[in-house]
């Protein structure tokens, strides 16, 4: 009896895998027409968009007969995801309803894999979107990369993108890629409330700022919030205060030198810098949860105890998409505002950190053309800064297109920097950007010796640099 | 009455000890479930423990994560597709494994060892390495991108398990039954699908629920052999997009968790009966 029934069961099975075969077999046409649907998300007016759906695919054909490699859809691969993903798509949409040409966004946290993968294989994606200009520079000198300045405006991209971006999605003296959207890395999150009920004033300098420290101390509170867990990338965010305090004790110069491995990790001016972030990171009274509470706790809940009441620490120092991570209902301008990270020695001033993500081409095809050119124009820009949690390193992306006042001031902060720097561990070779000034950061705040701390990450970069 | 208490009072200890094996494997998918139905600012704030006290007080609990996921645009295309890769994936790598098993316990033919050998020497080979080689090949066959891709994928990476567990379950089989039907002028096929297949159910559906679980779980391989758009994403790679690049709305994923796991759950419960079942016919009648 149960054989017959498992008999049943089996051949059902055989038959249904059988049926979804035929029905899968259509994919590769099918592609087309879903890529649009994707682009109507969160629009109430479905039924006019389904008639411009229509049209679009027509289009589509026509374009199609034309320019013989064409595809008609552009597949872009990417880390974005949940609103972020959205928002871009949304930017791409008036893209498509003008040229008929649609975005397939192809979204993954494990970027470097996937695209290394995808790249050796021969079937890269169109166009990628990398977080930061390291993976770039290693894909275009591999011959991967499609030069844009042979066909993009190079007037209107020298006119809008400050020269610094350029050259840093520049190779060999070729342009690769456009900057897109950029985290300003320089800010100190604050609850103004919170300040102005204890009396603080928003500091100017370090000193006022480690006397403010000592200050709420000596009130009885915790100034810092500090988290450094961030899975594989646990210590990131140790990095950035450090790179942050670099570029305002040695200056932008002796920046690039430790970025290109010019000077040693055991060098004063870096010491420096490891000094005074543990300074605060290693002081117990000044962290909240004190060292082992810095270590343990993940980078995005670490500000949340700025908004209890009383407050569990009064400052965060970390990158404008902190906000993200803010709990709910709290207001910006309000419950949080952010001040910049003050100047340490005066000569340098008040520079900016930034990371950003840069589009970058791998198929030379006419659609992946014309979408690059779209995505470097203001439009899309401004329609993502509408959405929120998005800062362009555009400068002819109008201020007034920013969702809020704060977001407004981080982008005026990152356009109008004097001094602009991207993050070095960003920059620096993987071995050690990503991994032992990583575990370095771990270490030291947990108590190492400094000294051997510094020999060991510059151990690992002498391999790394191939020196 | 005397021995029974005796007995249950033997066992208590054991059972004890099993109660509380059982108890700290759920933990973890506790305490996962109570972080699901929580508000984030919650979840952020204090552990999910801290909900125990006052277990019934239901204002600390929300359905937000779940409808926020369930609503999400392309759900239900999500899950269509997780089926369309993952039964095929399941049956295909088990019919062919089943035979081959058969012919590598019960069929004379030279080279039977080596050949196993090599099967079973595929267990240690790490899929990651064949990325790169068969996405490729898929390229020029015109295959990345298709179902029929990713079924032919799965396939070879579950086959040398399937072979090498069917193969150790074909060969426990009584050799009597088999040469008694021989003797009564049974062929291979008949002896195939007439004895060893309905002997070895409780062998198939634990290598069923295996093959499901791998492959409903798996987001490496049809991210790259599918890739992630909108059209072939299968619920995990949906799910994975649900989140940030940074991380932000991680506390969807505890209710994601949940509902990627419903399906799983249905089909091991189902086939657990047979599993049982098939364990106890098994054992021998003479």
């Known amino acids: 009896m149960s054989h017959r029934k498992l008999w049943v069961l089996f051949s059902l099975l055989i038959t249904v895998s059988l049926v979804l075969a035929a029905c899968a077999q259509p994919t590769p046409q099918v592609v087309k027409e879903t890529v649009v649907v994707t682009q ?9 968009k389904v008639v411009e759906k229509e049209k679009t695919v027509e289009v589509t054909k026509v374009v199609e007969k034309e320019v013989p490699i064409s595809r008609g859809v552009v597949t872009v691969l990417g880390v974005w995801g949940g609103d972020e993903l959205s928002a871009f798509q949304e ?25 290394t993968t995808r790249v050796e294989a021969g079937n890269p994606p169109d166009l990628a979107i990398l977080p930061n200009p390291g993976q770039m520079r290693e894909l275009a000198a591999a011959g991967k990369l499609v030069p844009i300045d042979t066909f993009m405006d190079m007037d209107t991209l020298k006119k809008n993108y400050a020269q610094a971006w ?6 060999d003296g070729k342009l690769y890629g456009v900057f897109y959207k950029v985290a300003n890395k320089s800010l100190v999150w604050y609850n103004p409330k919170a300040f102005e009920a204890a009396g603080y004033q928003v500091p100017t300098t370090w000193d006022e700022l480690i006397a403010l420290s000592d200050q709420i101390v000596a009130d009885g509170g915790t100034p810092w919030c500090i988290g450094l867990e961030s899975g594989a990338a646990s210590g990131w965010p140790g990095t950035d205060w450090i790179e942050d305090i670099m570029l305002r004790t040695a ?3 002796v920046y690039d030198k430790w970025v290109n491995h010019e000077i040693p990790w055991t060098d004063p001016a870096i010491k420096r810098a490891w000094e005074l972030f543990g300074q605060i990171a290693r002081n117990e009274d000044y962290v909240y949860g004190g060292t082992t509470g810095v270590l343990s706790t993940f980078f995005g809940d670490s500000p949340a105890p700025m908004f209890d009441d009383p407050p569990g620490c009064y400052m965060h120092r970390q990158a404008s998409f902190i906000t993200g991570f803010f709990p709910e209902g709290v207001v910006a301008g309000e419950d949080y505002d952010f001040f910049p990270f003050p100047p340490i020695d005066e000569q340098w001033g008040t520079p900016v950190l930034g990371g950003a993500d840069l589009i970058v081409m791998f198929n030379d095809t006419p659609e992946a053309r014309k979408l690059m050119e779209y995505l470097a124009s203001p439009k899309p820009q401004e329609i993502w800064a509408g959405k929120g949690g998005f800062i362009s390193p555009n400068k002819a992306v109008s201020l007034d297109a920013y969702k809020d006042e704060l977001t407004r001031k981080i982008a005026q902060a990152v356009v109008s920097a004097e001094v602009f720097r991207f993050d070095a561990s960003d920059l620096m070779p993987a071995a050690v950007g990503a991994g032992s000034f990583w575990t370095g950061v771990l270490d ?9 701390v510094l020999e060991e990450i510059e151990a690992s970069a002498q391999d790394a640099y191939g020196q | 009455m005397s021995p029974r208490l005796s007995k249950t009072l033997s066992r208590f200890p054991i059972h004890i000890v099993l109660i509380g094996m059982g108890l700290l494997w759920l933990t973890p998918s506790v305490g996962l479930l109570i972080s699901s139905i929580r508000p984030p600012d919650a979840v952020n704030q204090t552990g999910w423990w801290t909900v125990l006290p006052r277990l019934f007080d239901t204002s600390q609990y929300t359905l937000r994560n779940y409808q926020e996921i369930l609503g999400a645009q392309g759900m239900a295309l999500a899950f269509r597709n997780s089926l369309l890769i993952t039964i095929p994936s399941t049956i295909i790598p088990i019919a062919i494994a089943a035979f081959a098993a058969y012919a590598f316990a019960w069929m004379e033919f030279p080279g039977r060892q080596v050949l196993f050998v090599i099967v079973v020497g595929l267990l240690v080979v790490p899929l990651q390495m064949t990325l790169i080689p068969l996405l490729r090949a898929y390229n020029r066959l015109g295959l990345s991108g298709t179902f029929v891709g990713i079924w ?21 089989l009584p050799r009597d039954l088999f040469e008694s039907a021989y003797l009564d002028g049974a062929s291979e096929f008949t002896a195939f699908f007439r004895l060893a ?12 629920i295996f093959q499901f679980l791998w492959v409903w779980n798996d987001l490496l391989v049809a991210l790259i052999y599918l890739g992630g758009t909108e059209q072939v994403a299968p619920l995990t790679l949906k799910l994975s997009s649900l989140v940030n690049s940074l991380g932000q709305n991680w506390h969807l994923l505890t209710a994601a968790a949940f509902i990627s796991m419903a399906l ?18 098994g054992s021998v009648k003479g």
């Open chain 2, 264 to 281: 799983p759950l249905v089909v091991f419960f189902s086939l657990q009966r047979y599993f049982v079942r098939g364990i106890l016919a």
């Open chain 1, 91 to 115: 930017a791409v949409f008036p893209f498509t309803e003008e040229t008929g040409i649609g975005m397939a966004f192809e979204g993954t946290r494990d970027l470097a894999a996937v695209l």
């Open chain 2, 197 to 208: 297949l309905p002997l070895s159910v409780p062998a198939l559906a634990s290598l069923a």
């Open chain 2, 152 to 172: 032919l994928a799965h396939t070879g990476y579950g086959l040398p398990f399937a072979v090498y567990l069917l193969r150790n379950f074909f060969g426990s």
């Open chain 1, 40 to 48: 109507v998300v969160e629009k109430p007016v479905e039924v006019t």
């Open chain 1, 444 to 452: 030291y705040v947990g108590g190492a010796d400094l000294d051997a």
């Open chain 1, 166 to 171: 350029l050259d840093l999605a520049s190779y």
């Open chain 1, 251 to 253: 200056g932008p110069e």
